[in-house]
């Protein structure tokens, strides 16, 4: 296992660019199959960190996303496309606060700033009154993080309470807005619940009945991995995932393109080797 994790990282460093940031590709489908475009933006860069945990790769990432805390919210590109977003905010500032960054004034504005747009004390999607505004429990998990983090988690009732239901409804099973993937909300809420202790008691039995029904569903290698993750966490046997994800492993360290998330519309679906390869990484890392 130690030198497939060291031919993964290896693959991930030397795709870190300039800029700080790991490339990103849009396809039409979620195999990430036919033309490819390659995007500049933040999001995929900052869920490899948050996958990667820790490293010289992290400190790299997150030293520039400091730099640019310090001065303005994020926009998912980096031009001026779209206006600031709850989930990317929500997802950098987060890992921030946890990596030690003095960013907490930054921070309790941002989640001033979600509040304020939020629908019926949902978090939304837009930090901002000129676009419509969407609901993804997705973001929602996010902003509750990043609350929690802050020691305000219990001033989102409503949102927690949005979150739950995607779970107990199933309504998780047909994946969310931006995110397609059942095992992305639950590798998400199972993040959330690791530090909510009160929505863990509340949520542990259904989220185990809600893993143990995905396993063996899918071949996709971010599904594989993010499953192995919250199987790790939960004490479950996910040795089919990992033996599955092994094998997709390449000669060069990295794991094949799949998308996470799209667009609200369903017509781009981003995707990175980079990023599949640091969920593996993760998975690898946390395997019981």
């Not at 304020?116 to 505004?133: F, H, M, N, P």
């Not at 990043?146 to 739950?164: S, V, Y």
């Amino acid at each position: 296992m130690h030198e497939r994790l060291i031919r993964a990282l290896s693959f991930i460093e030397n795709n870190l660019e300039q800029d700080f940031l790991f490339p990103s590709f849009v396809a039409d489908s979620r195999e990430m199959q036919g033309p490819t475009q390659k995007v500049k933006e933040y999001f995929t860069t900052a869920l490899v960190a948050m996958a990667l945990e820790e490293g010289p790769i992290v400190e790299r990432v997150l030293d520039n996303f400091y730099q640019i805390a310090q001065k303005r919210l994020f926009t998912f590109y980096p031009g001026p496309v779209y206006p600031p977003d709850t989930d990317t905010n929500s997802l950098i500032f987060s890992l921030l606060i946890l990596h030690g960054y003095e960013i907490e004034d930054q921070a309790l504005y941002l989640i001033d700033q979600i509040k304020k747009y939020s629908i019926d004390g949902i978090a939304g999607v837009w930090i901002c009154g000129q676009r419509e505004q969407r609901l993804d429990p997705i973001v929602s998990i996010n902003a509750q993080i990043l609350a929690t983090l802050l020691g305000k988690g219990d001033e989102f009732p409503a949102n927690k309470g949005f979150i739950i239901n995607h779970l107990i409804s199933n309504n998780y099973l047909h994946g969310t807005r931006y995110y397609h993937s059942p095992d992305t909300f639950l590798y998400f809420l199972a993040r959330l619940a690791e530090l909510d202790l009160e929505l863990n008691r509340l949520i542990n039995n259904k989220l185990t009945f809600a893993l143990k029904q995905r396993l063996k569903s899918t071949c996709h290698p971010l599904d594989l991995a993010q499953r192995m993750i919250v199987g790790n966490r939960l004490g479950i046997d996910i040795d089919w995932e990992m033996e599955k994800l092994l094998s997709l492993q390449k000669n060069n360290g990295s794991l094949p393109m799949d998308a996470m998330f799209r667009l609200g519309s369903g017509k781009g679906y981003f995707g990175s080797p980079v990023l599949t390869t640091a969920f593996f990484i993760q998975a690898l890392k946390h395997k019981n």
